[in-house]
């Protein structure tokens, strides 16, 4: 494990063998254990990097980057919610972490629902931020957009995050595609599963999100331990998620003090 500093901020990285891959992470701060899982075509900073520091300052974060992703290795297979839920669980174990709280963002959300319904055992309590759990929870262009996903329509900054730390830039290609491909044969996740979730659930969209306000909702309606906050904005606004910051971005337009509230009551 390496410990770097980046603006006052000192964290301790490594690699773990995780079910076949050599899987990235990062830890800050100290206290409760809260994870952080990314979007698709994302890494660490991408999503994180504007929440990290306030997320650190009372907590132990502990950031990952999932399969293909950023500096984690790729397997010689097609993404899914469910293996990516099974890796972070594994990655848990050999850190000799128990039960954590866990924060997932749009693709990171789903697979942190994927986490509450496959490891509870594991689960304090869980925050889903633009979560998707049903085909109907986007508009349908959405769908016809994935079908027809190329590299250079990728947002240039989730390009540059990933050359910027991916040891092999090559992979940028592969990441695009698998994740492309599992949201083009995304299936629903059942009710039954949904309802199956018991661990405190606290449900964050965006006014202006990909994922409709009414899918947001039905998770609400579905999931019964839950809170839903829908707050103004676009997706991933509310994190500083980079394809969203403006000049002006200020750490008071961050959901991070509403978070902190749920997971401490």
Request: proline share 4%.
């Amino acid at each position: 494990m390496a410990t770097a500093t980046t603006d006052k901020l000192t964290f301790d990285s490594g690699y773990s063998e995780v079910n076949g891959l050599k899987m990235y992470y990062e830890i800050y701060g100290q206290g409760k254990p809260l994870v952080l899982i990314h979007g698709g075509g994302s890494t660490i900073q991408s999503n994180f990097e504007k929440v990290i520091p306030l997320f650190a300052k009372d907590k132990k974060v502990i950031a990952v980057e999932l399969q293909a992703h950023g500096r984690t290795s790729d397997r010689n297979a097609d993404l899914t919610f469910e293996q990516d839920a099974d890796d972070i669980a594994t990655l848990l174990k050999n850190l000799n972490i128990d039960k954590a709280d866990f924060f997932g963002f749009s693709n990171g959300g789903t697979t942190t629902l994927q986490i509450a319904i496959r490891h509870s055992v594991i689960v304090n309590k869980i925050v889903v931020g633009s979560a998707l759990a049903k085909r109907n929870g986007v508009p349908d262009w959405f769908w016809d957009f994935m079908k027809q996903a190329k590299l250079e329509n990728m947002p240039e900054q989730l390009k540059t995050a990933y050359k910027q730390v991916a040891p092999d830039t090559n992979g940028l290609q592969i990441m695009h595609d698998r994740d492309a491909k599992r949201m083009v044969n995304f299936k629903d996740i059942s009710d039954e599963q949904i309802k199956s979730i018991k661990v405190p659930t606290l449900i964050i969209i965006a006014d202006k999100d990909v994922i409709t306000p009414e899918h947001a909702i039905e998770l609400h309606r579905q999931i019964a331990n839950s809170e839903l906050a829908i707050i103004p904005g676009g997706h991933g606004e509310y994190i500083g998620e980079i394809t969203t910051l403006k000049p002006d971005t200020k750490e008071s337009d961050f959901v991070v003090p509403m978070i902190e509230k749920f997971l401490n009551k």
